[in-house]
């Protein structure tokens, strides 16, 4: 299972980013191959709709889940339509959201906020 995560660096010791649409990169790990890589998050930059393409970066790797600490309704719509599932943070440390997805212990982020359209963040 492929999975995306919003992080702030290229390193495994880079903590979660709070922001799903304005993340500089995100993490894609196989929980399979335990292989992982790091993709530039070209919407960070983004005037508008970061989340969106965000989400659409998502998509475009084949990702099966999103953990993220939050999301915006329009970047959820994207990643549901593609069948991925969101799952929501428990702290900001990489590992220790790798290790709760691997064992199951992620809840699915219920609540998407409205996004912040051009207010500098998602």
């Given at each position: 299972?492929?999975?995306?995560i919003?992080?702030?660096d290229q390193?495994?010791?880079?903590?979660?980013?709070?922001?799903?649409?304005?993340?500089?990169?995100?993490?894609?790990?196989?929980t399979?191959?335990?292989?992982?890589?790091?993709?530039?998050n070209h919407?960070?930059?983004?005037?508008?709709?970061?989340?969106?393409?965000?989400?659409?970066?998502?998509?475009?790797?084949?990702?099966?889940?999103?953990?993220?600490?939050?999301?915006?309704?329009?970047?959820?719509?994207?990643?549901?339509?593609?069948?991925?599932?969101?799952?929501?943070?428990?702290?900001?440390?990489?590992?220790?959201?790798?290790?709760?997805?691997?064992?199951?212990k992620?809840s699915?982020?219920?609540e998407?906020?409205?996004?912040?359209?051009?207010?500098g963040?998602?």
């Amino acid at each position: 299972m492929k999975v995306a995560i919003p992080v702030d660096d290229q390193s495994m010791e880079t903590k979660i980013c709070v922001s799903f649409g304005r993340t500089p990169y995100f993490l894609i790990y196989d929980t399979e191959t335990k292989k992982s890589h790091f993709i530039p998050n070209h919407a960070a930059t983004s005037t508008g709709g970061a989340g969106i393409k965000a989400g659409q970066i998502a998509v475009d790797n084949h990702v099966d889940a999103l953990v993220t600490p939050r999301c915006g309704e329009n970047a959820a719509e994207v990643i549901k339509m593609a069948n991925i599932k969101i799952y929501k943070t428990i702290n900001d440390s990489l590992q220790d959201n790798i290790d709760a997805f691997k064992e199951g212990k992620l809840s699915l982020l219920e609540e998407f906020h409205a996004g912040f359209h051009g207010h500098g963040g998602n």
